[in-house]
């Protein structure tokens, strides 16, 4: 139950004023129960309790703080990896516009954890933070944010969009970014095109899987299941997946993707096939020998002097388009290309959405999408 504001201004946030008034009971007796005083008198604290929960009432945490002088302006924000670099960046770019406007950031991570996530957002709410920044977790539903909203808490969603919530929205072009994949692998003369995928509760694997499916299909590429792996969280998920490809009778010629930690295994297992030493390795291939032009064992792949990829079981060369851009990305001692986009400016575009709202912003709720460009980081 949300309370109405001074002129019609909307729904505000209830006070213990309001339990006081609901419940019957001095504001006193209110301060007493929601701080958990023991001496209060059951009747009356059931009273209190019950207004409490039918105004959706929350104890002003920044409020104790403010009394013992610490700062007031704070805005929360959830990712879902504090290691990851793609989230770093989100938060780095998202720390130094608060600071710009005189603002603490919170951050914690929900470990792509629905539960958590849940838990951790209510808390912020519990301390009273100005606003919110969620990456929300693949499988979670964000209707129990809408009383937040409602009381005057804004809220902001990056890289994925909220389930059965209005709000704004900072996206990546995932469907254009992997269209361009696979329309450069297919240029190249790719007709195996492996893809690899997270989870498929994440919203972003599912765009990406989506448009890369169907850009495949377009341009007339047989569909193979044993080269579409999804499900793979981890690294080492990724490389044991690619692993498994590449001893196929048919391997890929190509691998996209559809993260950076997936771009990692694939390249674990690619750098093991070269190594004829290494876990995985081919016995007789020598390490990083580029195979040049087509050959019977790798018909639909053509390649030029100055291409060198990773090579499949059959000795024909593989290869690499990552979705999200990284740092060692350069130094891959083979083609690497990857589908990248300004990191920092999901961060920086969702602080300034938030801060817009913060300040009273009332307009609909916007969707804005950072654009992707496809860059060859690494020839090899």
Same mark, same amino acid.
């Given at each position: 139950?949300?309370?109405?504001?001074?002129?019609? =201004?909307?729904?505000?946030?209830?006070?213990?004023?309001?339990?006081?008034?609901?419940?019957?009971? =001095?504001?006193?007796?209110?301060?007493?129960?929601?701080?958990?005083?023991?001496?209060?008198?059951?009747?009356?604290?059931?009273?209190?309790? +019950?207004?409490?929960?039918?105004?959706?009432?929350?104890?002003?945490?920044?409020?104790?703080?403010?009394?013992?002088?610490?700062?007031?302006?704070?805005?929360?924000?959830?990712?879902?990896?504090?290691?990851?670099?793609?989230?770093?960046?989100?938060?780095?770019?998202?720390?130094?516009?608060?600071?710009?406007?005189?603002?603490?950031?919170?951050?914690? =991570?929900?470990?792509?954890?629905?539960?958590?996530?849940?838990?951790?957002?209510?808390?912020?709410?519990?301390?009273?933070?100005?606003?919110?920044?969620?990456?929300?977790?693949?499988?979670?539903?964000?209707?129990?944010?809408?009383?937040?909203? %409602?009381?005057?808490?804004?809220?902001?969603?990056?890289?994925?969009?909220? !389930?059965?919530?209005?709000?704004?929205?900072?996206?990546?072009?995932?469907?254009?970014?992997?269209?361009?994949?696979?329309?450069?692998?297919?240029?190249?003369?790719?007709?195996?095109?492996?893809?690899?995928?997270?989870?498929? +509760?994440? +919203?972003?694997?599912?765009? !990406?899987?989506?448009?890369?499916?169907?850009?495949?299909?377009?341009?007339?590429?047989?569909?193979?299941?044993?080269?579409?792996?999804?499900?793979?969280? &981890?690294?080492?998920?990724?490389?044991?997946?690619?692993? %498994?490809?590449?001893?196929?009778?048919?391997?890929?010629?190509?691998? /996209?993707?559809?993260?950076? !930690?997936?771009?990692?295994?694939?390249?674990?297992?690619?750098?093991?096939?070269?190594?004829?030493?290494?876990?995985?390795?081919?016995?007789?291939?020598?390490? !990083?020998?580029?195979?040049?032009?087509?050959?019977?064992?790798?018909?639909?792949?053509? &390649?030029?002097?100055?291409?060198?990829?990773?090579?499949?079981?059959?000795?024909?060369?593989? %290869?690499?388009?990552?979705?999200?851009?990284?740092?060692?990305?350069?130094?891959?001692?083979?083609?690497?290309?990857?589908? +990248?986009?300004?990191?920092?400016?999901?961060?920086?575009?969702?602080?300034?959405?938030? /801060?817009?709202?913060?300040?009273?912003?009332?307009?609909?709720?916007?969707?804005?999408?950072?654009?992707?460009?496809?860059?060859?980081?690494?020839?090899?």
């Amino acid at each position: 139950m949300s309370t109405p504001g001074a002129g019609g =201004s909307g729904p505000r946030r209830p006070t213990m004023a309001d339990v006081a008034r609901l419940a019957g009971v =001095s504001l006193k007796t209110v301060s007493r129960v929601v701080n958990n005083v023991p001496t209060v008198d059951r009747e009356l604290a059931e009273r209190v309790t +019950s207004a409490v929960a039918e105004l959706g009432f929350r104890r002003n945490d920044m409020a104790r703080n403010l009394r013992a002088g610490n700062t007031s302006a704070t805005v929360g924000l959830l990712i879902e990896d504090l290691a990851n670099p793609f989230y770093a960046g989100i938060a780095a770019a998202a720390a130094q516009y608060a600071l710009e406007h005189d603002t603490m950031l919170i951050t914690a =991570s929900s470990e792509e954890n629905a539960g958590r996530e849940r838990a951790l957002l209510l808390e912020m709410c519990q301390r009273r933070v100005d606003g919110l920044l969620v990456v929300p977790a693949g499988d979670a539903d964000h209707v129990y944010l809408r009383p937040e909203i %409602e009381r005057g808490t804004p809220v902001v969603f990056l890289d994925r969009p909220p !389930r059965n919530l209005l709000a704004d929205t900072v996206l990546i072009d995932n469907a254009g970014g992997a269209r361009q994949a696979i329309e450069h692998l297919v240029a190249a003369g790719h007709e195996r095109i492996g893809v690899i995928s997270d989870w498929l +509760s994440i +919203s972003t694997m599912a765009e !990406r899987l989506t448009a890369a499916q169907e850009a495949l299909e377009r341009a007339g590429v047989p569909y193979r299941a044993d080269l579409i792996k999804y499900g793979l969280h &981890t690294v080492p998920d990724a490389q044991a997946a690619v692993t %498994e490809m590449l001893a196929g009778p048919e391997p890929p010629t190509a691998i /996209f993707a559809l993260n950076n !930690r997936l771009t990692l295994g694939a390249l674990g297992a690619l750098d093991n096939r070269l190594r004829p030493d290494a876990p995985g390795g081919t016995p007789g291939h020598p390490p !990083r020998t580029p195979h040049h032009g087509a050959t019977p064992d790798a018909p639909h792949r053509r &390649t030029t002097p100055d291409t060198q990829g990773a090579m499949d079981a059959q000795g024909a060369m593989v %290869e690499l388009v990552g979705f999200d851009d990284f740092e060692t990305a350069a130094f891959v001692p083979w083609r690497l290309t990857v589908v +990248s986009y300004d990191v920092r400016e999901i961060g920086r575009m969702g602080a300034e959405l938030l /801060f817009r709202r913060i300040a009273g912003d009332r307009s609909r709720p916007r969707k804005v999408v950072v654009p992707t460009e496809l860059i060859v980081r690494s020839v090899g």
